[in-house]
C-alpha cells in the first residue's frame, strides 16, 4: 500500500504561482511512476502530467505545458507539482496519484493509489 497526502492548494490570482506536494507513505516511493490529475466541476478528471521513477522523463498535457512542471524527490518520498501563470480555467481539484508501472500513462487506470485531492482556484 501506499498513501499520498497532496498539499499546497489555494487561492490565486490569474498569472500567479502555486506549487503542490504530494507526500508518499509505505512502500518504496521510487518503485513508483508518479502522475498529476485534475478534475474541474462538472468535467472528468483529466490527466496533467507524469515524471517517471527516477525523474528522468516527464510528459505534460498540452493544456499546461510550458507552465507547469513536475519533480520529485526520492529522498523525500514526495513529487512536485510547480504551477506557473495560472489561468481560471486550472481551477480544479488537483490529484496526485502512484503506479507501479514503468512508462508514464495518461489514463488514470493506470494509476494503483490516489490521494485525496487538493483545490486549486484561480480568480481572473
Known amino acids: 500500500q501506499v498513501q499520498l497526502v497532496e498539499s499546497g492548494g489555494g487561492l490565486v490570482q490569474a498569472e500567479s504561482s502555486l506549487r503542490l506536494s504530494c507526500a508518499a507513505s509505505g512502500r518504496t516511493f521510487s518503485n513508483y511512476v508518479m502522475g498529476w490529475f485534475r478534475q474541474a466541476p462538472g468535467k472528468e478528471r483529466e490527466f496533467v502530467g507524469g515524471?517517471?521513477?527516477?525523474?528522468?522523463?516527464?510528459y505534460y498535457a498540452d493544456s499546461v505545458k510550458g507552465r507547469f512542471t513536475i519533480s520529485r524527490d526520492n529522498t523525500k518520498n514526495t513529487v512536485y507539482l510547480q504551477m506557473n501563470s495560472l489561468k481560471s480555467e486550472d481551477t480544479a481539484v488537483y490529484y496526485c496519484?502512484?503506479?507501479?508501472?514503468?512508462?508514464?500513462?495518461?489514463?488514470?487506470?493506470?494509476?494503483?493509489?490516489w490521494g485525496q485531492g487538493t483545490q486549486v482556484t484561480v480568480s481572473s
Open positions: 515524471i517517471s521513477r527516477t525523474g528522468g522523463n516527464r
Open positions: 496519484a502512484a503506479s507501479f508501472g514503468i512508462v508514464i500513462r495518461r489514463t488514470d487506470d493506470a494509476y494503483d493509489y
